[in-house]
Protein backbone atom coordinates (compact mmCIF):
# COMPACT_ATOMS: atom_id res chain seq x y z
CA UNK A 1 0.00 0.00 0.00
CA UNK A 2 1.05 3.64 -0.65
CA UNK A 3 -0.32 6.22 1.71
CA UNK A 4 -0.17 9.53 0.88
CA UNK A 5 -0.32 12.74 3.34
CA UNK A 6 -1.65 15.98 1.50
CA UNK A 7 -1.97 19.20 3.34
CA UNK A 8 -5.23 20.53 2.33
CA UNK A 9 -6.19 22.81 4.52
CA UNK A 10 -5.83 25.57 1.50
CA UNK A 11 -7.86 23.70 -1.08
CA UNK A 12 -6.32 21.04 -3.51
CA UNK A 13 -3.81 22.35 -5.94
CA UNK A 14 -2.35 20.45 -8.48
CA UNK A 15 0.30 19.21 -6.69
CA UNK A 16 -1.71 17.13 -4.75
CA UNK A 17 -3.26 15.57 -7.70
CA UNK A 18 0.55 15.10 -8.97
CA UNK A 19 1.01 13.11 -5.78
CA UNK A 20 -1.78 10.76 -6.24
CA UNK A 21 -0.96 10.20 -9.86
CA UNK A 22 2.68 9.86 -8.19
CA UNK A 23 1.34 7.02 -5.83
CA UNK A 24 -0.50 5.46 -8.20
CA UNK A 25 2.32 4.63 -10.84
CA UNK A 26 3.95 3.06 -7.97
CA UNK A 27 1.58 0.32 -8.31
CA UNK A 28 0.11 -0.34 -5.17
CA UNK A 29 -3.08 0.22 -3.79
CA UNK A 30 -3.20 4.45 -2.84
CA UNK A 31 -4.75 5.51 0.74
CA UNK A 32 -4.45 9.38 1.12
CA UNK A 33 -4.40 11.41 5.02
CA UNK A 34 -5.50 14.49 5.53
CA UNK A 35 -6.23 16.64 8.12
CA UNK A 36 -8.68 19.32 8.56
CA UNK A 37 -12.17 20.89 7.24
CA UNK A 38 -11.75 20.41 3.55
CA UNK A 39 -14.60 19.28 2.00
CA UNK A 40 -15.37 16.39 1.46
CA UNK A 41 -16.75 16.20 -2.03
CA UNK A 42 -13.56 17.95 -2.97
CA UNK A 43 -11.57 15.24 -1.12
CA UNK A 44 -13.50 12.77 -3.67
CA UNK A 45 -11.89 14.74 -6.41
CA UNK A 46 -8.56 12.15 -5.84
CA UNK A 47 -10.19 8.95 -6.60
CA UNK A 48 -9.99 10.63 -9.81
CA UNK A 49 -6.22 10.23 -10.29
CA UNK A 50 -6.24 6.81 -8.05
CA UNK A 51 -6.63 6.94 -4.89
CA UNK A 52 -8.94 4.13 -3.55
CA UNK A 53 -9.99 6.29 -0.39
CA UNK A 54 -9.37 9.50 1.93
CA UNK A 55 -9.06 9.37 5.56
CA UNK A 56 -9.51 12.77 6.58
CA UNK A 57 -8.94 13.21 10.33
CA UNK A 58 -11.32 16.33 11.56
CA UNK A 59 -10.05 16.28 14.97
CA UNK A 60 -6.59 18.10 14.11
CA UNK A 61 -6.12 20.52 11.51
CA UNK A 62 -2.85 19.87 10.24
CA UNK A 63 -1.04 22.98 11.04
CA UNK A 64 0.65 21.04 14.03
CA UNK A 65 3.29 18.79 12.20
CA UNK A 66 4.72 16.91 15.05
CA UNK A 67 0.40 16.17 15.51
CA UNK A 68 0.06 14.85 11.90
CA UNK A 69 3.46 12.72 12.02
CA UNK A 70 2.12 11.00 14.93
CA UNK A 71 -1.45 10.51 13.00
CA UNK A 72 0.06 9.21 10.11
CA UNK A 73 2.66 6.68 11.58
CA UNK A 74 0.12 5.31 13.03
CA UNK A 75 -1.42 4.66 9.91
CA UNK A 76 1.88 3.31 7.98
CA UNK A 77 2.05 -0.28 9.55
CA UNK A 78 0.95 -2.07 6.25
CA UNK A 79 2.53 0.30 3.88
CA UNK A 80 5.67 0.21 1.56
CA UNK A 81 5.58 3.94 0.55
CA UNK A 82 5.11 7.11 2.22
CA UNK A 83 4.59 9.99 -0.15
CA UNK A 84 4.52 13.28 0.73
CA UNK A 85 4.84 16.97 -1.10
CA UNK A 86 8.13 18.41 -0.62
CA UNK A 87 6.58 21.55 0.03
CA UNK A 88 6.67 23.56 3.66
CA UNK A 89 4.34 20.98 5.40
CA UNK A 90 6.12 17.94 3.65
CA UNK A 91 9.64 19.25 4.56
CA UNK A 92 8.46 19.15 8.61
CA UNK A 93 6.64 16.09 8.27
CA UNK A 94 8.52 13.58 6.44
CA UNK A 95 11.90 13.91 8.27
CA UNK A 96 10.05 13.09 11.61
CA UNK A 97 8.31 9.88 10.09
CA UNK A 98 11.10 9.04 8.94
CA UNK A 99 13.29 8.72 11.78
CA UNK A 100 10.04 7.18 14.10
CA UNK A 101 9.68 4.69 11.43
CA UNK A 102 13.25 4.15 10.64
CA UNK A 103 12.73 4.28 7.40
CA UNK A 104 14.79 6.15 4.59
CA UNK A 105 13.83 9.43 3.02
CA UNK A 106 14.27 10.47 -0.76
CA UNK A 107 13.53 14.01 0.33
CA UNK A 108 12.78 16.52 -3.25
CA UNK A 109 12.24 13.09 -5.75
CA UNK A 110 12.14 15.35 -9.24
CA UNK A 111 10.49 11.34 -11.14
CA UNK A 112 9.48 8.15 -10.70
CA UNK A 113 11.63 4.95 -9.63
CA UNK A 114 13.84 4.09 -12.11
CA UNK A 115 14.37 0.22 -12.68
CA UNK A 116 16.73 -0.15 -9.87
CA UNK A 117 14.45 1.53 -7.60
CA UNK A 118 16.37 4.54 -7.41
CA UNK A 119 14.81 7.78 -6.96
CA UNK A 120 16.28 11.15 -8.96
CA UNK A 121 16.58 14.20 -6.90
CA UNK A 122 18.22 17.34 -7.65
CA UNK A 123 21.49 18.79 -5.93
CA UNK A 124 23.95 21.35 -5.57
CA UNK A 125 20.99 23.60 -6.24
CA UNK A 126 19.94 22.54 -9.32
CA UNK A 127 23.38 21.84 -11.19
CA UNK A 128 23.33 18.64 -11.06
CA UNK A 129 21.56 15.37 -9.72
CA UNK A 130 21.50 12.42 -7.72
CA UNK A 131 19.95 9.02 -7.83
CA UNK A 132 19.25 7.76 -4.17
CA UNK A 133 18.56 4.69 -3.33
CA UNK A 134 16.41 3.33 0.09
CA UNK A 135 18.24 0.51 2.38
CA UNK A 136 14.92 0.39 4.53
CA UNK A 137 11.99 -1.88 3.98
CA UNK A 138 9.56 1.19 3.98
CA UNK A 139 10.53 3.87 1.83
CA UNK A 140 9.58 7.74 2.16
CA UNK A 141 9.47 10.37 -0.61
CA UNK A 142 8.76 13.91 -0.85
CA UNK A 143 7.83 14.62 -4.20
CA UNK A 144 8.82 18.29 -6.13
CA UNK A 145 6.08 20.16 -7.08
CA UNK A 146 5.64 20.45 -11.20
CA UNK A 147 7.29 16.38 -11.73
CA UNK A 148 4.86 14.72 -13.31
CA UNK A 149 1.30 15.31 -15.09
CA UNK A 150 -1.55 14.69 -13.10
CA UNK A 151 -3.24 11.89 -14.89
CA UNK A 152 -7.03 11.23 -14.72
CA UNK A 153 -7.66 7.66 -14.62
CA UNK A 154 -11.24 7.14 -12.81
CA UNK A 155 -14.05 9.07 -10.77
CA UNK A 156 -14.17 9.97 -7.21
CA UNK A 157 -13.39 7.89 -4.27
CA UNK A 158 -15.01 7.48 -0.90
CA UNK A 159 -13.77 9.46 2.33
CA UNK A 160 -13.36 8.23 5.45
CA UNK A 161 -13.88 10.81 7.98
CA UNK A 162 -12.89 10.24 11.16
CA UNK A 163 -12.34 11.90 14.35
CA UNK A 164 -8.51 10.82 16.02
CA UNK A 165 -7.21 13.27 18.79
CA UNK A 166 -3.34 13.56 18.95
CA UNK A 167 -1.54 15.20 21.69
CA UNK A 168 0.06 19.14 20.39
CA UNK A 169 3.36 19.83 20.64
CA UNK A 170 2.81 22.92 22.20
CA UNK A 171 3.00 25.11 19.31
CA UNK A 172 0.47 27.95 19.50
CA UNK A 173 -0.07 30.09 16.50
CA UNK A 174 -0.95 33.76 17.38
CA UNK A 175 -1.76 35.41 13.49
CA UNK A 176 -1.12 34.34 9.85
CA UNK A 177 0.38 36.92 7.65
CA UNK A 178 -1.00 36.58 4.06
CA UNK A 179 1.22 36.97 1.06
CA UNK A 180 0.83 40.60 -0.87
CA UNK A 181 0.74 39.27 -4.13
CA UNK A 182 -2.30 37.39 -5.76
CA UNK A 183 -0.13 34.51 -6.63
CA UNK A 184 1.74 32.89 -3.70
CA UNK A 185 5.61 32.79 -5.53
CA UNK A 186 6.38 28.95 -4.70
CA UNK A 187 3.60 27.74 -6.44
CA UNK A 188 3.17 29.95 -9.39
CA UNK A 189 3.25 28.46 -12.94
CA UNK A 190 4.23 31.65 -14.68
CA UNK A 191 6.63 34.35 -12.63
CA UNK A 192 7.82 37.63 -13.96
CA UNK A 193 10.66 38.72 -12.21
CA UNK A 194 13.28 41.85 -12.48
CA UNK A 195 16.84 42.64 -11.20
CA UNK A 196 18.78 45.92 -10.69
CA UNK A 197 18.28 46.56 -14.25
CA UNK A 198 15.14 48.05 -13.56
CA UNK A 199 16.87 50.87 -11.95
CA UNK A 200 14.36 52.10 -9.27
CA UNK A 201 11.41 50.72 -7.37
CA UNK A 202 9.38 53.39 -8.67
CA UNK A 203 9.54 51.20 -12.26
CA UNK A 204 8.07 48.53 -11.16
CA UNK A 205 4.85 48.96 -12.95
CA UNK A 206 5.50 47.62 -16.02
CA UNK A 207 6.60 44.89 -14.14
CA UNK A 208 3.10 44.44 -12.45
CA UNK A 209 1.58 45.04 -15.63
CA UNK A 210 3.21 42.40 -17.12
CA UNK A 211 2.06 39.96 -14.77
CA UNK A 212 -1.01 40.92 -14.19
CA UNK A 213 -1.87 40.43 -17.92
CA UNK A 214 0.07 37.20 -17.58
CA UNK A 215 -1.88 36.05 -14.45
CA UNK A 216 2.24 35.54 -13.07
CA UNK A 217 3.59 36.19 -9.77
CA UNK A 218 6.22 38.87 -9.45
CA UNK A 219 9.70 37.96 -8.02
CA UNK A 220 13.49 39.85 -7.61
CA UNK A 221 16.85 39.09 -7.32
CA UNK A 222 18.71 39.36 -4.14
CA UNK A 223 20.23 43.07 -4.38
CA UNK A 224 16.70 44.42 -5.08
CA UNK A 225 15.43 42.73 -2.32
CA UNK A 226 18.61 43.55 -0.16
CA UNK A 227 17.75 47.23 -1.13
CA UNK A 228 14.38 46.92 0.37
CA UNK A 229 12.64 47.57 -3.63
CA UNK A 230 11.17 44.71 -3.09
CA UNK A 231 9.65 42.64 -0.39
CA UNK A 232 12.00 39.88 0.99
CA UNK A 233 9.76 37.23 0.04
CA UNK A 234 10.21 37.70 -3.20
CA UNK A 235 13.76 36.99 -3.28
CA UNK A 236 14.66 34.10 -5.22
CA UNK A 237 18.25 32.30 -5.64
CA UNK A 238 20.49 30.46 -3.78
CA UNK A 239 19.50 32.49 -0.34
CA UNK A 240 16.23 32.97 -1.65
CA UNK A 241 13.94 30.56 -2.54
CA UNK A 242 14.09 28.04 -5.25
CA UNK A 243 11.40 28.20 -7.69
CA UNK A 244 10.44 25.69 -10.90
CA UNK A 245 7.32 27.50 -12.52
CA UNK A 246 6.68 26.64 -15.90
CA UNK A 247 7.76 30.05 -17.27
CA UNK A 248 10.24 32.59 -15.91
CA UNK A 249 10.80 35.92 -17.03
CA UNK A 250 14.19 37.09 -16.18
CA UNK A 251 14.25 41.17 -16.73
CA UNK A 252 17.32 43.56 -16.14
CA UNK A 253 18.78 40.40 -14.24
CA UNK A 254 22.45 39.95 -15.21
CA UNK A 255 22.03 35.82 -14.36
CA UNK A 256 24.65 35.37 -11.51
CA UNK A 257 25.07 31.43 -10.21
CA UNK A 258 23.63 32.32 -6.89
CA UNK A 259 20.37 33.60 -9.06
CA UNK A 260 20.38 30.99 -11.30
CA UNK A 261 20.56 28.17 -8.55
CA UNK A 262 16.86 29.14 -7.65
CA UNK A 263 15.34 29.30 -11.05
CA UNK A 264 17.52 26.81 -13.04
CA UNK A 265 14.56 24.50 -12.80
CA UNK A 266 11.88 26.11 -14.66
CA UNK A 267 10.75 24.85 -17.93
CA UNK A 268 11.05 27.64 -19.87
CA UNK A 269 13.31 30.89 -19.01
CA UNK A 270 13.01 34.43 -21.43
CA UNK A 271 15.77 36.71 -20.68
CA UNK A 272 15.16 40.59 -21.55
CA UNK A 273 18.86 41.82 -20.91
CA UNK A 274 20.08 45.21 -22.52
CA UNK A 275 23.73 43.80 -22.83
CA UNK A 276 24.44 40.75 -24.94
CA UNK A 277 27.17 39.49 -22.82
CA UNK A 278 24.57 39.01 -19.93
CA UNK A 279 25.56 35.52 -18.22
CA UNK A 280 21.39 34.57 -18.36
CA UNK A 281 21.42 34.28 -22.13
CA UNK A 282 23.48 31.36 -21.79
CA UNK A 283 20.51 29.84 -19.43
CA UNK A 284 17.52 30.94 -21.40
CA UNK A 285 15.40 29.19 -23.72
CA UNK A 286 14.22 33.03 -25.48
CA UNK A 287 16.10 36.00 -25.33
CA UNK A 288 15.63 39.62 -26.24
CA UNK A 289 18.03 41.88 -26.45
CA UNK A 290 16.80 45.60 -25.58
CA UNK A 291 15.81 48.12 -22.95
CA UNK A 292 13.67 46.65 -20.43
CA UNK A 293 11.37 49.88 -20.65
CA UNK A 294 10.88 49.70 -24.35
CA UNK A 295 10.74 45.80 -24.65
CA UNK A 296 8.32 44.95 -21.26
CA UNK A 297 5.11 47.31 -22.31
CA UNK A 298 5.57 45.96 -25.82
CA UNK A 299 5.32 42.63 -24.51
CA UNK A 300 2.21 43.00 -21.96
CA UNK A 301 0.64 44.79 -25.22
CA UNK A 302 0.99 41.34 -27.02
CA UNK A 303 0.21 39.51 -24.58
CA UNK A 304 -3.46 41.60 -23.72
CA UNK A 305 -3.91 40.86 -27.67
CA UNK A 306 -3.20 37.27 -27.42
CA UNK A 307 -5.54 37.09 -24.49
CA UNK A 308 -8.51 38.65 -26.65
CA UNK A 309 -7.95 36.15 -29.12
CA UNK A 310 -8.24 33.48 -26.96
CA UNK B 1 19.83 30.56 25.97
CA UNK B 2 21.99 27.32 25.67
CA UNK B 3 22.20 27.28 22.07
CA UNK B 4 23.33 24.51 19.19
CA UNK B 5 23.89 25.83 15.92
CA UNK B 6 24.39 23.12 13.57
CA UNK B 7 27.17 23.89 11.04
CA UNK B 8 27.43 22.03 7.24
CA UNK B 9 30.28 23.03 4.81
CA UNK B 10 29.34 23.93 1.27
CA UNK B 11 30.74 24.04 -1.99
CA UNK B 12 31.46 27.87 -2.63
CA UNK B 13 29.07 28.88 -5.02
CA UNK B 14 31.75 29.62 -8.09
CA UNK B 15 32.74 25.81 -7.76
CA UNK B 16 32.62 23.55 -10.26
CA UNK B 17 30.43 20.80 -9.93
CA UNK B 18 31.70 17.38 -11.27
CA UNK B 19 31.74 13.73 -10.09
CA UNK B 20 34.10 10.79 -9.43
CA UNK B 21 34.60 7.25 -9.26
CA UNK B 22 32.21 6.37 -11.96
CA UNK B 23 29.87 9.24 -10.70
CA UNK B 24 29.38 7.85 -7.28
CA UNK B 25 31.48 10.64 -5.26
CA UNK B 26 31.23 14.51 -5.72
CA UNK B 27 34.63 15.88 -7.12
CA UNK B 28 36.43 17.71 -4.40
CA UNK B 29 39.46 19.38 -6.85
CA UNK B 30 40.04 22.19 -6.31
CA UNK B 31 36.90 22.98 -4.54
CA UNK B 32 36.75 26.07 -1.78
CA UNK B 33 34.12 24.96 0.98
CA UNK B 34 32.32 27.32 2.73
CA UNK B 35 30.08 27.61 5.71
CA UNK B 36 26.98 26.65 4.20
CA UNK B 37 25.61 30.34 4.17
CA UNK B 38 21.82 29.53 5.93
CA UNK B 39 24.03 27.89 8.64
CA UNK B 40 26.17 30.84 8.54
CA UNK B 41 23.99 34.44 7.75
CA UNK B 42 20.67 33.20 9.99
CA UNK B 43 21.38 30.55 12.14
CA UNK B 44 24.58 31.25 13.53
CA UNK B 45 24.34 34.78 13.50
CA UNK B 46 20.83 35.40 14.91
CA UNK B 47 21.93 32.76 18.26
CA UNK B 48 25.10 35.43 18.50
CA UNK B 49 22.67 37.79 18.68
CA UNK B 50 20.08 36.14 21.16
CA UNK B 51 23.12 35.18 23.66
CA UNK B 52 24.22 39.29 22.92
CA UNK B 53 20.58 40.04 24.29
CA UNK B 54 19.79 38.05 27.17
CA UNK B 55 22.76 36.08 27.57
CA UNK B 56 23.72 32.34 27.45
CA UNK B 57 25.85 29.95 25.43
CA UNK B 58 26.28 29.11 21.55
CA UNK B 59 28.29 25.69 20.86
CA UNK B 60 28.75 24.89 16.97
CA UNK B 61 28.28 21.29 15.55
CA UNK B 62 29.33 19.24 12.36
CA UNK B 63 29.45 16.15 11.55
CA UNK B 64 32.94 15.38 9.45
CA UNK B 65 36.15 14.77 8.93
CA UNK B 66 39.82 16.54 9.77
CA UNK B 67 39.60 18.48 6.84
CA UNK B 68 36.27 20.39 8.70
CA UNK B 69 38.13 21.84 11.45
CA UNK B 70 38.72 25.08 9.02
CA UNK B 71 35.31 25.73 8.61
CA UNK B 72 34.44 25.73 12.39
CA UNK B 73 37.48 27.96 12.78
CA UNK B 74 35.68 30.05 10.37
CA UNK B 75 32.03 30.08 12.13
CA UNK B 76 34.37 30.82 15.58
CA UNK B 77 35.42 33.69 14.66
CA UNK B 78 32.18 35.14 13.68
CA UNK B 79 31.65 34.56 17.23
CA UNK B 80 30.84 31.04 18.27
CA UNK B 81 31.86 29.91 22.24
CA UNK B 82 32.78 26.61 21.28
CA UNK B 83 33.01 24.26 18.97
CA UNK B 84 32.31 20.16 18.37
CA UNK B 85 33.42 17.98 15.57
CA UNK B 86 31.77 14.50 15.15
CA UNK B 87 34.47 12.54 13.45
CA UNK B 88 32.74 10.68 10.31
CA UNK B 89 31.75 11.21 7.05
CA UNK B 90 28.19 12.59 7.05
CA UNK B 91 26.43 9.82 5.10
CA UNK B 92 23.56 11.21 4.87
CA UNK B 93 20.68 13.07 6.60
CA UNK B 94 19.47 10.72 8.94
CA UNK B 95 22.98 9.87 9.45
CA UNK B 96 23.70 13.47 10.51
CA UNK B 97 21.19 14.13 12.42
CA UNK B 98 21.32 10.89 14.21
CA UNK B 99 25.12 12.22 15.38
CA UNK B 100 23.99 15.68 16.39
CA UNK B 101 20.97 14.27 18.33
CA UNK B 102 22.70 11.99 20.27
CA UNK B 103 25.43 14.46 21.10
CA UNK B 104 22.62 17.34 21.64
CA UNK B 105 21.07 14.45 24.72
CA UNK B 106 24.15 13.99 26.43
CA UNK B 107 24.34 18.08 27.06
CA UNK B 108 21.25 19.64 27.13
CA UNK B 109 20.29 22.23 25.07
CA UNK B 110 17.45 25.05 25.12
CA UNK B 111 17.84 25.75 21.04
CA UNK B 112 18.73 23.86 18.04
CA UNK B 113 18.87 25.84 15.26
CA UNK B 114 20.17 24.80 11.65
CA UNK B 115 19.88 26.84 8.46
CA UNK B 116 17.04 25.88 6.12
CA UNK B 117 18.86 23.57 3.64
CA UNK B 118 22.48 22.91 2.63
CA UNK B 119 23.00 24.16 -0.71
CA UNK B 120 24.76 21.02 -1.99
CA UNK B 121 22.29 18.81 -0.89
CA UNK B 122 18.91 20.83 -0.57
CA UNK B 123 17.24 17.77 1.36
CA UNK B 124 15.74 20.46 4.25
CA UNK B 125 15.64 17.07 6.29
CA UNK B 126 18.04 17.39 9.16
CA UNK B 127 16.24 19.49 11.63
CA UNK B 128 12.71 17.54 11.28
CA UNK B 129 14.95 14.62 11.77
CA UNK B 130 16.96 16.01 15.31
CA UNK B 131 13.72 17.57 16.28
CA UNK B 132 11.84 13.86 16.66
CA UNK B 133 14.98 12.51 17.18
CA UNK B 134 15.32 14.92 20.57
CA UNK B 135 11.35 14.82 20.88
CA UNK B 136 10.99 18.84 20.37
CA UNK B 137 9.18 21.00 18.06
CA UNK B 138 10.31 21.78 15.27
CA UNK B 139 9.59 25.49 13.75
CA UNK B 140 10.62 24.79 10.03
CA UNK B 141 11.63 27.25 7.65
CA UNK B 142 11.82 30.24 10.45
CA UNK B 143 12.66 33.88 9.26
CA UNK B 144 12.10 35.78 12.69
CA UNK B 145 12.60 34.51 16.49
CA UNK B 146 12.73 36.31 19.33
CA UNK B 147 13.14 35.24 23.01
CA UNK B 148 11.62 36.08 25.84
CA UNK B 149 12.44 34.09 29.46
CA UNK B 150 11.99 30.22 28.00
CA UNK B 151 8.97 31.60 25.65
CA UNK B 152 9.51 32.03 21.60
CA UNK B 153 8.08 34.21 18.86
CA UNK B 154 8.80 33.08 16.06
CA UNK B 155 7.59 33.51 12.26
CA UNK B 156 7.94 30.90 9.63
CA UNK B 157 6.81 30.50 6.13
CA UNK B 158 2.99 28.14 6.02
CA UNK B 159 1.06 27.50 2.70
CA UNK B 160 -1.02 30.26 3.08
CA UNK B 161 1.38 33.28 4.16
CA UNK B 162 3.87 33.91 7.23
CA UNK B 163 2.69 32.94 10.65
CA UNK B 164 3.39 33.85 14.07
CA UNK B 165 3.82 31.57 16.86
CA UNK B 166 4.75 30.82 19.94
CA UNK B 167 6.40 27.99 21.49
CA UNK B 168 8.11 27.02 25.01
CA UNK B 169 11.96 25.64 24.81
CA UNK B 170 13.14 23.61 24.28
CA UNK B 171 13.26 23.47 19.87
CA UNK B 172 14.82 23.07 16.95
CA UNK B 173 14.72 25.64 14.54
CA UNK B 174 15.45 25.50 11.02
CA UNK B 175 16.56 29.17 9.83
CA UNK B 176 15.99 30.60 6.52
CA UNK B 177 16.21 34.23 5.27
CA UNK B 178 15.11 37.42 7.25
CA UNK B 179 16.14 35.84 10.63
CA UNK B 180 19.29 38.38 10.34
CA UNK B 181 21.89 40.11 8.43
CA UNK B 182 25.41 38.24 7.59
CA UNK B 183 28.29 39.15 10.14
CA UNK B 184 31.85 39.78 8.60
CA UNK B 185 34.41 38.02 11.19
CA UNK B 186 37.42 41.05 12.95
CA UNK B 187 40.33 40.85 13.02
CA UNK B 188 39.60 40.25 17.10
CA UNK B 189 37.71 37.24 16.40
CA UNK B 190 39.79 35.72 13.99
CA UNK B 191 42.61 35.62 16.85
CA UNK B 192 39.99 34.55 19.41
CA UNK B 193 38.60 31.83 17.27
CA UNK B 194 42.60 30.25 17.14
CA UNK B 195 42.41 29.09 20.85
CA UNK B 196 38.93 28.47 21.06
CA UNK B 197 37.97 25.23 22.10
CA UNK B 198 37.07 22.42 19.37
CA UNK B 199 36.79 19.57 20.47
CA UNK B 200 36.27 16.06 18.47
CA UNK B 201 34.39 13.07 19.42
CA UNK B 202 33.70 10.14 18.28
CA UNK B 203 30.29 8.84 16.15
CA UNK B 204 27.39 7.07 17.59
CA UNK B 205 26.40 3.64 15.53
CA UNK B 206 23.93 4.69 13.37
CA UNK B 207 21.77 2.61 10.44
CA UNK B 208 22.59 3.37 7.06
CA UNK B 209 19.28 4.29 5.31
CA UNK B 210 19.99 5.96 2.19
CA UNK B 211 22.79 5.62 -0.98
CA UNK B 212 23.84 8.06 -3.25
CA UNK B 213 23.93 5.43 -6.11
CA UNK B 214 25.03 7.35 -8.65
CA UNK B 215 25.32 11.33 -9.91
CA UNK B 216 25.19 13.31 -13.24
CA UNK B 217 24.82 16.53 -14.87
CA UNK B 218 21.82 18.28 -16.74
CA UNK B 219 21.86 18.45 -20.17
CA UNK B 220 23.41 21.19 -21.66
CA UNK B 221 20.60 23.76 -22.89
CA UNK B 222 19.98 24.18 -26.77
CA UNK B 223 20.96 27.25 -28.01
CA UNK B 224 19.32 30.26 -27.07
CA UNK B 225 16.52 31.80 -29.16
CA UNK B 226 16.85 35.42 -29.89
CA UNK B 227 13.88 37.20 -30.57
CA UNK B 228 13.33 41.14 -32.31
CA UNK B 229 12.70 43.31 -29.68
CA UNK B 230 10.19 45.03 -31.87
CA UNK B 231 8.10 42.21 -32.36
CA UNK B 232 6.33 40.98 -29.07
CA UNK B 233 3.84 38.63 -30.77
CA UNK B 234 6.29 36.61 -32.13
CA UNK B 235 7.71 36.40 -28.39
CA UNK B 236 4.02 35.74 -27.02
CA UNK B 237 3.21 33.04 -30.82
CA UNK B 238 6.44 31.14 -29.53
CA UNK B 239 5.55 30.90 -25.88
CA UNK B 240 1.78 29.69 -26.56
CA UNK B 241 2.49 27.28 -29.66
CA UNK B 242 6.49 25.72 -29.09
CA UNK B 243 6.64 26.32 -25.62
CA UNK B 244 3.23 25.56 -24.78
CA UNK B 245 3.65 27.60 -21.36
CA UNK B 246 0.92 30.06 -21.68
C1 LIG C 1 26.82 33.62 -1.29
C2 LIG C 1 25.99 34.45 -2.25
C3 LIG C 1 24.63 34.18 -2.35
C4 LIG C 1 23.83 34.90 -3.25
N1 LIG C 1 22.50 34.57 -3.36
C5 LIG C 1 21.76 35.20 -4.31
C6 LIG C 1 20.40 34.85 -4.51
O1 LIG C 1 19.84 34.00 -3.80
N2 LIG C 1 19.69 35.47 -5.48
C7 LIG C 1 20.24 36.44 -6.28
O2 LIG C 1 19.53 36.95 -7.16
N3 LIG C 1 21.52 36.81 -6.09
C8 LIG C 1 22.28 36.23 -5.13
N4 LIG C 1 23.58 36.63 -4.95
C9 LIG C 1 24.05 37.81 -5.70
C10 LIG C 1 24.43 37.52 -7.13
O3 LIG C 1 25.79 37.09 -7.17
C11 LIG C 1 24.29 38.76 -8.03
O4 LIG C 1 25.06 39.80 -7.48
C12 LIG C 1 22.84 39.24 -8.18
O5 LIG C 1 22.00 38.18 -8.58
C13 LIG C 1 22.79 40.33 -9.22
O6 LIG C 1 21.50 40.88 -9.27
P1 LIG C 1 20.94 41.57 -10.58
O7 LIG C 1 21.07 40.63 -11.71
O8 LIG C 1 19.60 42.11 -10.27
O9 LIG C 1 21.90 42.83 -10.74
P2 LIG C 1 23.12 43.10 -11.72
O10 LIG C 1 24.12 42.04 -11.67
O11 LIG C 1 23.54 44.49 -11.45
O12 LIG C 1 22.48 43.00 -13.16
C14 LIG C 1 21.61 43.94 -13.71
C15 LIG C 1 21.35 43.51 -15.14
O13 LIG C 1 20.38 44.37 -15.71
C16 LIG C 1 20.75 44.66 -17.04
N5 LIG C 1 20.13 45.95 -17.40
C17 LIG C 1 20.48 47.20 -17.01
N6 LIG C 1 19.63 48.10 -17.51
C18 LIG C 1 18.69 47.42 -18.22
C19 LIG C 1 17.55 47.80 -18.97
N7 LIG C 1 17.17 49.08 -19.07
N8 LIG C 1 16.84 46.83 -19.58
C20 LIG C 1 17.20 45.52 -19.49
N9 LIG C 1 18.27 45.10 -18.79
C21 LIG C 1 19.01 46.04 -18.16
C22 LIG C 1 22.26 44.69 -17.02
O14 LIG C 1 22.77 44.43 -18.31
C23 LIG C 1 22.57 43.56 -16.04
O15 LIG C 1 22.70 42.32 -16.71
C24 LIG C 1 24.40 35.94 -4.04
C25 LIG C 1 25.76 36.22 -3.92
C26 LIG C 1 26.55 35.49 -3.04
C27 LIG C 1 28.01 35.81 -2.95
Excluded at chain 1, 292 to 306: M, S
Aim: glycine fraction near 8%; charged fraction near 20%; include cysteine.
Amino acid sequence: MTLVYLHTSNGMSKSAFEAVTYAKKLGNEVIVLTAGNADANTLATLGSFGAQKVIVNRAIDGSDEQQVSTWVCNHAANAENILFLHDVAGKAIAPRVSVRLKAGLVAGAVALPEMDQTIKVNVFSGKAFGFVKVNSQKRIISLLANSIAPEKIAEVCPVEEVNETIESSGIKILSTKKPEGNIPLPEAELVVSAGRGLKGPENWGIIDDLASALGAATACSRPVSDIGWRPHHEHVGQTGIAIRPNLYIAIGISGAIQHLAGVNGSKVIVVVNTDKEAPFFKAADYGVLGDAFEVIPRLTEAVKRFKLNQ
Amino acid sequence: MKTLVCISKAPDTTSKIAFTNNNTAFDEAGVQYIVNPYDEWYALVRALEIKESVGGEVTIVTVGPNEDDAIMRKALAIGADKAVRIDANPKDAYFVATQIATYAKTIGFDMVLTGKETINYNGSQVAGMIAESLGFPLISLASKLDVEGTTLTLEREAANGVEVVSVNAPIVVSCAKGMAEQRIPNMRGIMAARTKPLEVIPPAACDDLTTFATFGSPLAKSEVKMIDPNNMDELVALLHNEAKVI
